[in-house]
């Protein structure tokens, strides 16, 4: 019998079984499953496309952050709020009668975004009147 110590460890195996059958090889269960994994037998756990998902893992998907009036109730669905709050915002610096919104909202003690959001509906309104009446802004 050649196979004398294990294929393993290389420790030396405790006796040859008696008999007929598979020549041993491991010293034990423990050794024959190692050589078995390192063969990339079955019971190695992980396949190789498991093996490539562990080494390279997804980009970190975080949420980006978003305006501070955004932080409540959906978030994709109010995109289209900060277009017209970004809209309001500018038209406070470019048109005096939005200035006066604005500082007037202040005045009435809301917070920056608040007076903003009030001028954003405001306008919105205007331009929602101007759609149904078929009008043009004058
Ligand atoms: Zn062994």
Redesign the pocket.
Known sequence: MPARS??????RLPRPLPGPGRTQQ???Q???Q?AYRRRGGRASGTTGAQRHRQQTPPPATRPRPGPKFMTTGGAKSLDHTHVFYTSALISIRCSPESRRFYDRKRCEGKRHTQAVMALARRRVNVLWALLRDERCYE
């Open positions: 294990c294929a393993e460890c290389g420790q491991y010293c034990n423990a050794c024959r190692k």
